[in-house]
């Protein structure tokens, strides 16, 4: 089976997100970024306390809600419709940025452009072409306790978004620990860029293939289906 020709019956979006929800521990303050991290909160257990962050001035958003039971006045800093759990509370976005700016998050969920075999993060504008802004990325990168990737591991191009060194606009340096794509699960060390995980159907031969920055084992790679 070659690249791209994966059989599955869920999208590679949800694929990625439901590994991701895998990262969550009970009781942990998580900001998701717009994108692939939204779907996050969909695949998280119900007997699981976490509280999603956002920076609009939410802290406790829930799962998407069901198509028709959108609530117009209820949405997270992407504009993207939202439930709540109970324990949510609302403020102003000056707390919510200070809650970022304190350190106070757990973990931070972004989407990429490009990330580096060191963690550089780039996910905030591309030369040339018009971008809503930086939103609270930056800060975000920096400051919460640990940073996760979600992304496709390849652009539309065809070109690995996993790299050596980032070409666009770093929104931080060295700041992700973890990355998830549509083909592998991967961490950065102080040492390198580790495969800990291939998707199923991919090989690990496949994903080192696939992406330009260099890959390291360090004993068995997992398979995530």
Same mark, same amino acid.
């Given at each position: 089976? +070659?690249?791209?020709?994966?059989?599955?019956?869920?999208?590679?979006?949800?694929?990625?997100?439901?590994?991701?929800?895998?990262?969550?521990?009970?009781?942990?303050?998580?900001?998701?970024? *717009?994108?692939? &991290?939204?779907?996050?909160?969909? @695949?998280? &257990?119900?007997?699981?306390?976490?509280? @999603?962050?956002?920076?609009?001035?939410?802290?406790?958003?829930?799962?998407?809600?069901?198509?028709?039971?959108?609530?117009? #006045?209820?949405?997270?800093?992407?504009?993207? &419709?939202?439930?709540? =759990?109970?324990?949510?509370?609302? @403020?102003?976005?000056?707390?919510?940025? $200070?809650?970022?700016?304190?350190?106070?998050?757990?973990?931070?969920?972004?989407? =990429?452009? %490009?990330?580096?075999?060191?963690?550089?993060? /780039?996910?905030?504008?591309?030369?040339?072409?018009? =971008?809503?802004?930086?939103?609270?990325? #930056? %800060?975000?990168?920096?400051? /919460?306790?640990?940073? #996760?990737?979600?992304?496709?591991?390849?652009?539309?191009?065809?070109r690995s978004k996993i790299v050596?060194?980032?070409?666009? &606009?770093?929104?931080?340096?060295?700041? /992700?620990?973890? *990355?998830?794509?549509?083909? $592998?699960?991967?961490?950065?060390?102080?040492?390198?860029?580790?495969?800990?995980?291939?998707?199923?159907p991919y090989s690990v031969a496949?994903?080192?293939? /696939?992406?330009?920055?260099?890959?390291?084992?360090?004993?068995?790679? +997992?398979?995530?289906?």
């Amino acid at each position: 089976m +070659g690249l791209g020709e994966v059989n599955r019956t869920e999208t590679y979006r949800e694929r990625i997100a439901r590994r991701a929800a895998q990262e969550i521990e009970d009781g942990m303050i998580i900001n998701l970024g *717009i994108g692939i &991290p939204t779907l996050v909160a969909d @695949f998280i &257990p119900p007997e699981k306390r976490v509280m @999603f962050h956002a920076e609009n001035g939410i802290l406790g958003t829930g799962p998407s809600p069901a198509k028709g039971e959108e609530n117009p #006045m209820l949405c997270n800093a992407g504009g993207f &419709p939202v439930t709540l =759990v109970k324990g949510a509370s609302f @403020f102003d976005s000056a707390t919510a940025f $200070a809650i970022i700016r304190r350190g106070l998050l757990d973990m931070t969920i972004l989407g =990429v452009l %490009e990330v580096s075999q060191r963690g550089d993060i /780039a996910n905030w504008i591309v030369p040339g072409k018009r =971008v809503p802004g930086m939103g609270g990325a #930056m %800060e975000l990168a920096q400051k /919460a306790k640990r940073v #996760m990737v979600l992304t496709t591991h390849l652009d539309k191009n065809g070109r690995s978004k996993i790299v050596r060194e980032c070409s666009l &606009p770093l929104t931080a340096k060295a700041a /992700a620990n973890l *990355i998830i794509t549509d083909m $592998a699960v991967m961490e950065v060390r102080e040492d390198g860029l580790y495969l800990r995980e291939v998707m199923e159907p991919y090989s690990v031969a496949d994903v080192i293939g /696939a992406t330009e920055a260099e890959l390291k084992l360090d004993g068995d790679v +997992g398979v995530f289906r």
